[in-house]
C-alpha cells in the first residue's frame, strides 16, 4: 500500500518525466497521464503544430485550461507535464489547490539535450542548443519551487529513479 498521495512531475524537455511517470504508474498500481498527450488529443494536433500555427502564448493558455481540467476531472495520481508547465505561476497554483505533490526531476543540460537529440519528438522550443540552454538555467528558479527535488543521474535507469520516488515520496516498501 502507499500513501495514496497524487504527484506532478516536472522537470527540463528531455529530463524522462513521461518514461519514470510510466514506470511509477506500474509500480503503484494506478493511472498516469501525460498533459501534453491530452492536449494533442484535444486539439487534433501535435504539440509542436500548436506552437507554430498558434502561437506559444496560446500553446500556453490551452496548457493551463488542460491541466485545470485534467487536475478536476481525472483521477489519475501520476501527471507528467510538459517542460513549461511548472514554469507558470497560475499552473503551480492549481496544483497546490489540488492538493497535489510536485516532483522535480534535475539533470544536466548536457543529459537533456543528448535525449532531445535523440527523441524523434519535434520540441519547437529546443532547436538551438545555446538557446536551449539559456532556457533551461533560466527555469531552475522555477522547478527549484517543486517540493520534491530527485537527481537524475546517467547511470541510474528510469525504473530506478521511478523506484526512488515510490519509496520516498509514496513510501513504498521494497524487499
Ligand atoms: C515545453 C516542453 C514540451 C512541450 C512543449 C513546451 C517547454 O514537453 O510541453 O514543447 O516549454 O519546455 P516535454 O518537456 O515533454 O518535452
Same mark, same amino acid.
Given at each position: 500500500?502507499?500513501?495514496?498521495?497524487? +504527484?506532478?512531475?516536472?522537470?527540463?524537455?528531455?529530463?524522462?518525466?513521461?518514461?519514470?511517470?510510466?514506470?511509477l504508474?506500474g509500480?503503484?498500481h494506478?493511472? !498516469?497521464i501525460?498533459?501534453?498527450?491530452?492536449?494533442?488529443?484535444?486539439?487534433k494536433?501535435?504539440?509542436?503544430?500548436? +506552437?507554430k500555427?498558434?502561437? =506559444?502564448?496560446?500553446? !500556453?493558455? +490551452?496548457?493551463t485550461?488542460? =491541466?485545470?481540467?485534467?487536475?478536476?476531472?481525472?483521477?489519475? !495520481?501520476?501527471?507528467?507535464?510538459?517542460?513549461?508547465?511548472?514554469?507558470?505561476a497560475?499552473?503551480?497554483? =492549481?496544483?497546490?489547490?489540488?492538493?497535489?505533490?510536485?516532483v522535480?526531476?534535475?539533470?544536466?543540460?548536457?543529459h537533456?539535450?543528448?535525449?532531445?537529440?535523440s527523441?524523434?519528438?519535434?520540441?519547437?522550443?529546443?532547436e538551438?542548443?545555446?538557446?536551449?540552454?539559456?532556457l533551461?538555467?533560466?527555469r531552475?528558479?522555477?522547478?527549484? =519551487?517543486?517540493?520534491?527535488?530527485? +537527481?537524475?543521474?546517467?547511470?541510474?535507469?528510469?525504473?530506478?529513479?521511478?523506484k526512488?520516488?515510490?519509496?520516498?515520496?509514496?513510501?513504498?516498501?521494497?524487499?
Open positions: 500500500m502507499d500513501n495514496g498521495k497524487r +504527484i506532478v512531475l516536472t522537470g527540463f524537455m528531455g529530463v524522462g518525466k513521461s518514461t519514470v511517470a510510466r514506470h504508474a509500480i503503484l494506478t493511472q !498516469r501525460d498533459l501534453d498527450s491530452v492536449i494533442e488529443a484535444g486539439e494536433q501535435t504539440i509542436a503544430e500548436i +506552437i500555427t498558434c502561437g =506559444l502564448l496560446r500553446f !500556453r493558455q +490551452i496548457e485550461e488542460t =491541466l485545470r481540467k485534467v487536475l478536476a476531472e481525472n483521477s489519475a !495520481r501520476i501527471l507528467a507535464l510538459g517542460g513549461g508547465a511548472w514554469t507558470i497560475e499552473n503551480r497554483r =492549481l496544483i497546490k489547490t489540488q492538493n497535489c505533490t510536485s522535480w526531476l534535475e539533470s544536466s543540460f548536457e537533456c539535450w543528448r535525449n532531445i537529440k527523441s524523434k519528438r519535434e520540441r519547437p522550443l529546443a538551438n542548443k545555446d538557446q536551449t540552454r539559456k533551461f538555467d533560466d531552475q528558479n522555477f522547478y527549484c =519551487l517543486a517540493d520534491w527535488h530527485f +537527481i537524475v543521474k546517467p547511470d541510474l535507469t528510469s525504473y530506478e529513479i521511478a526512488k520516488i515510490a519509496e520516498e515520496v509514496f513510501l513504498i516498501k521494497f524487499e
